[in-house]
Structures are given as structure tokens and as C-alpha cells.
């Protein structure tokens, strides 16, 4: 399929950017795999290695062949809105998605990089068993996962592959909702808004207060008044 280079996104509503998919090609990995004789390329992404409470959370996301790929790019670029807007848009578009989810605990026992790697695994457990096997990983970052899956690894993958931005934004969302939850039970540290990132506001409530059962203990920042 090649891109209409006079065709901007359907979905450019005022609510997210419009991006030109004939100069930004962010589907071409998945294409060439597709042409090889692949039948399901998921793209998988993580969010929630930085912050200091909560856990880390990994999406797997299989975009339909002939999607609009252009809105789906870096949930960093896009605003809480907007990432919404594009989440609830995956839903229309019949995108198949999986969540991975690894507990505060497990990150202080294991470590933040393979808490991320085993988020994304579940994040394909996941999507296997709701909805289809992929057959062929892209992955953010450069480190790929435990499982006998082909796969590529893909420094900045986000702004390379529309799937894995689309698992971005979807693990975004779902991070960003279970720390509005966290927030209901911690208000002191302002969760809902800070999403558990080491911002000065959280830092100051974490030297006063002390840290919770949903911070990460083993994280600098929080070891130091457990």
C-alpha cells in the first residue's frame, strides 16, 4: 500500500497533530514484514522506568494493515488529551491490543530493565490470549524479550514504527489510570498528577510522609527514608 502524498490523517479533528504519512513512513517495518510472509507484527513499547512509585507498564499493540498509521506517533509528543483521543481510536479501528503490568515489589526484586522486558512479555501473553499470536515482535529499545517469537529491536522504535508508538500511547493510558487510583489511597503525594515521577513536589512528600507500598524501594530518591 503506498501513501497518498495529498492524504492527511481521517481522524485530524483539532484533537491530535496532523502528520503527513507520505514524509513520515512510520509503517514501513510492518509493511516489509508483511510482504516476507508474516501474518501478525505487534509493536511493543513500555512506559513507567522512571518514575518512583508504581508500577511498569507494557503494551502490545497489532495495527490493521490498512490503518491510517500516521496519528500514532510518540505518547511523549502528545498531550494526556490527545493520547485518549488516539487510545479510543484503536478501539474504532479494530487494533488488537495486550497489557503487561510488573507490581512495584517485583521491580525492587528483579530490576527496573527486566521488570520492563517481563511487562512486555505479558503484554504478549496477553494479547495471545485475548485475541491473536503475533509472529514477529518490533520492540522499543534495545534489548529484545524472552520468547521464541522472531523479533527486532529498535532504538527510538516509537518514532520509527506506528505500533510501536500506538503501544506507547497505549501503555501510557493505562499506567496513567491505575496512578489516579494510587492517588485515592496516597493523596499526600500527589500521584494523580505527578504519575509517580520524581518531580520536587513528590520528592518533598516522600522525605516528609515517608514512602509507601507503592513506592519502589530499591529507587535513589526513596531507599534513602525507607
Known amino acids: 500500500m503506498k501513501a ?14 496532523a ?7 512510520t509503517f514501513s517495518y510492518e509493511r516489509l514484514l508483511y510482504v516476507q510472509g ?5 509493536g511493543l ?7 518512583l512509585a508504581g508500577p511498569v507498564v507494557a503494551a502490545c499493540v497489532v ?3 490498512q490503518c491510517d498509521f500516521a496519528p500514532f506517533i510518540d505518547s511523549k509528543k502528545l498531550s494526556h488529551k490527545q493520547r485518549c483521543v488516539l487510545a479510543d481510536i484503536l478501539v474504532q479501528i479494530g487494533a488488537l491490543t495486550g497489557v503487561g503490568i510488573v507490581s512495584v515489589a517485583t521491580i525492587d526484586r528483579i530490576n527496573i530493565l527486566q521488570a520492563s522486558l517481563l ?36 532504538i527510538r522504535g516509537e518514532s520509527k514504527s506506528a505500533s510501536i508508538a500506538a503501544a506507547s500511547i497505549v501503555a501510557k493510558v ?39 507500598s507503592c ?7 526513596v531507599k534513602e527514608f525507607v
Not at 502524498?5 to 484533537?15: A, E, I, M, T
Not at 502528520?19 to 513512513?25: F, K, T
Not at 508474516?38 to 505487534?42: I, K, P
Not at 495471545?128 to 529491536?153: E, R, Y
Open 174 to 212: 493505562t499506567r496513567d489510570a491505575l496512578m489516579v487510583e494510587l492517588a485515592l489511597l496516597f493523596p499526600e503525594y500527589n500521584l494523580g498528577q505527578n504519575k509517580g515521577y520524581p518531580t520536587r513536589e513528590h520528592r518533598a512528600a516522600i522525605q516528609r510522609f515517608g514512602p509507601t
Open 45 to 51: 513499547d513500555e512506559v513507567g522506568r522512571g518514575p
Open 63 to 65: 495495527l490493521p494493515r
Open 38 to 42: 508474516f501474518l501478525c507484527v505487534a
Open 4 to 17: 497518498n502524498p495529498n492524504k492527511k490523517s481521517q481522524w485530524n479533528d483539532g484533537n491530535i497533530p
Open 119 to 154: 511487562a512486555m512479555k505479558r503484554a504478549v501473553v496477553d494479547l495471545s490470549c485475548t485475541s491473536a499470536s503475533p509472529d514477529f515482535l518490533l520492540i522499543d529499545g534495545k534489548f529484545p524479550i524472552a520468547m521464541d517469537i522472531p523479533q527486532q529491536t529498535l
Open 215 to 221: 513506592h519502589r524501594q530499591s529507587f535513589r530518591g
Open 19 to 25: 502528520v503527513d504519512s507520505a514524509l513520515n513512513d
